[in-house]
């Protein structure tokens, strides 16, 4: 069994750090409509960054940059094969690492990787968005509505629950669709996400986790479920 230390270690190298971006150079040539979905998406991550639009906007932005992408031409573009062959499939949970699409982009593109059984453990976000975009293989992707914190647990509803292959996205706000648990049945897999944080610079953090417990849920009434709160060892340990 891994130590607490030994899993906290990992998550510092892993999906929670802000990974350092990739030493490569912003691919040379980028296809057109590639470059055009980017862009858009790239303006309203400033436009969100700078209180312009809602996370709600920006979420519908991030499913027009995925629905009918060449995800070919974007693996491409973010080196993907490379990428692939340097991400470890660890034990518990994934690994990860930040990449450029742009320059000067306003978003932060991230490559996960994953084996088979292994997850993004169930959390809950706070003060960012986030867009996930399946790269390769299958996951079982569930998603719930977050209704209200509490000390010891979260009120959720569930709304997704389906699989995710390849080119199938989802994203996540404060205002829809914030807990999410992605679990690999393939025997690897990979994701892009696009991320935003630090929506409200006036917090303390630039975001927050909190992880969740959804096996041991309790019902609520009316479709709702309350989660209890996990520390992140915990959370490895049951879903990683």
Not at 21 to 46: C, I, M, N, Q, Y
Not at 142 to 171: A, C, M, N
Request: positive net charge; proline residues 5%.
């Amino acid at each position: 069994m891994l130590l607490r230390r030994q899993l906290l270690g990992a998550l510092t190298t892993v999906w929670l750090a802000r990974a350092v971006h990739a030493a490569r150079a912003v691919p040379a040539v980028l296809d057109e409509k590639l470059k055009s979905r980017l862009r858009k998406l790239d303006d309203a991550s400033r436009a969100l960054a700078h209180g312009e639009i809602q996370p709600l906007d920006w979420q519908r932005a991030g499913a027009e940059f995925c629905d009918g992408l060449d995800v070919q031409e974007l693996c491409r573009a973010a080196d993907f094969e490379h990428m692939a062959a340097r991400l470890p499939l660890l034990p518990r949970g994934t690994s990860a690492e930040s990449i450029r699409l742009l320059d000067g982009q306003a978003f932060t593109p991230k490559i996960f990787a994953m084996g088979k059984g292994r997850a993004i453990v169930p959390h809950g976000h706070r003060n960012m968005v986030s867009q996930h975009l399946v790269l390769r293989g299958e996951m079982r992707g569930r998603h719930y509505q977050r209704l209200r914190d509490e000390e010891k647990h979260l009120l959720v509803r569930p709304t997704i629950d389906r699989v995710f292959k390849t080119g199938d996205f989802s994203s996540i706000s404060d205002q829809r669709d914030n807990v999410h648990w992605f679990v690999t049945t393939s025997e690897r897999a990979y994701t892009l996400d696009a991320i935003v944080d630090n929506l409200d610079p006036g917090r303390p953090w630039r975001f927050h986790i909190d992880f969740v417990d959804p096996d041991r849920a309790i019902a609520a009434g009316d479709g709702a479920l309350r989660l209890p709160r996990l520390e992140l060892d915990e959370c490895l340990q049951r879903y990683g």
